[in-house]
């Protein structure tokens, strides 16, 4: 199975933004809800945000407010929009299906710092 592909990840200050956007494969992105994770050194791996076929969504509590997340049928694509990004942001930021992974992609890095 092919993994998803995620791009975007940056080096951004303190109060930035940036949009990150997963290419899923269709056998992924179809009829599944996606969600997006994020790995810091030494951390788990944890859910952020997270949608349905229907665009409702969710999100972790340290992200409320700051992140959105959305997805668009004719591209098979997911895109996090972060603003007001903190250093704990930093992480490899990952899109997966939750509670029923298919193969990770390779991720993008963040990294928030002045």
């Known amino acids: 199975q092919v993994p998803p592909v995620e791009s975007g990840g940056d080096l951004v200050q303190p109060g930035g933004s940036l949009r990150l956007s997963c290419a899923a494969p269709a056998y992924m992105f179809k009829n599944n809800v996606m969600g997006w994770f994020r790995q810091a050194p030494g951390k788990q791996r944890e859910l952020v945000a997270r949608?349905?076929?229907?665009?409702?969504?969710n999100y972790a509590d340290s992200v409320k407010g700051r992140f959105t997340i959305s997805r668009d049928a004719t591209k098979n694509t997911v895109y996090l929009q972060m603003n007001s990004l903190k250093p704990e942001d930093t992480a490899v930021y990952y899109c997966?299906?939750?509670?029923?992974?298919?193969?990770w992609g390779q991720g993008t890095q963040v990294t928030v710092s002045s």
């Open positions: 997966n299906v939750p509670f029923n992974y298919r193969p």
């Open positions: 949608i349905t076929t229907g665009g409702i969504t």
